[in-house]
């Protein structure tokens, strides 16, 4: 939620980022958890998350580099993928993951709009629908991101209809991505 156009930043808990999806990099599971699971002295390892990558998808890992304009950090719009699941992970500093949930016409909702701070070695994985938007707290942030193929090459296309990116957009109309404006917020300086 903003207060005059300021969007706290929230910790990332498991309960606080349940509307959205799930936080990735909890403690391990106890042993009658009914997650798989592993440990010895020289590894533990479990199931985080069963990642869905929608019907007939396949997944990809992208290597993601997300770089700061500095302060303050705006936010316009948002970005929705309808077919599938998205996990990002910063691995070399903090980013903030603005979200916000789809409402009834399918628009970024934004009575849902919260921003949560992830710090390296953490994650989330958000719903398919999840409206979201990513800002680095450093001058450039490396995430590890698990998506869907298509949809990577969809927002591609549709990232790439503006001009910017000196490519040309040659699949028409996405189809499973879409970005909208929202009323410009600006996220309040992290604690």
Same mark, same amino acid.
Not at 15 to 21: A, D, K, W
């Given at each position: 939620m903003t207060k005059d156009g300021l969007l706290s930043i929230h910790e990332l808990t498991p309960?606080?980022?349940?509307?959205? #999806?799930w936080m990735l990099g909890k403690p391990m599971p106890g042993e009658n958890d009914g997650v798989p699971r592993f440990s010895n002295p020289a590894t533990d390892f479990?199931?985080?998350h069963v990642f869905d990558a929608g019907p007939g #998808?396949?997944?990809e890992i992208l290597w993601v580099n997300y770089r700061s304009s500095g302060s303050p950090l705006p936010v316009d719009s948002l970005e929705m993928h309808r077919l599938t699941q998205q996990a990002i992970v910063p691995l070399n500093g903090d980013i903030v993951q603005i979200v916000a949930s789809s409402g009834a016409d399918g628009n970024p909702d934004p009575s849902t709009l919260a921003a949560f701070r992830i710090p390296a070695g953490k994650g989330i994985c958000m719903r398919s629908r999840c409206w979201h938007a990513t800002r680095a707290l450093a001058p450039e942030v490396a995430c590890l991101m698990l998506t869907r193929r298509s949809t990577t090459a969809d927002l591609i296309d549709l990232l790439a209809a503006d001009g910017s990116s000196g490519r040309t957009a040659n699949k028409g109309e996405p189809r499973e991505s879409a970005i909208a404006s929202i009323p410009s917020v600006t996220l309040a300086p992290p604690a």
């Open positions: 309960p606080s980022f349940t509307p959205y #999806g479990w199931q985080e #998808g396949a997944t």
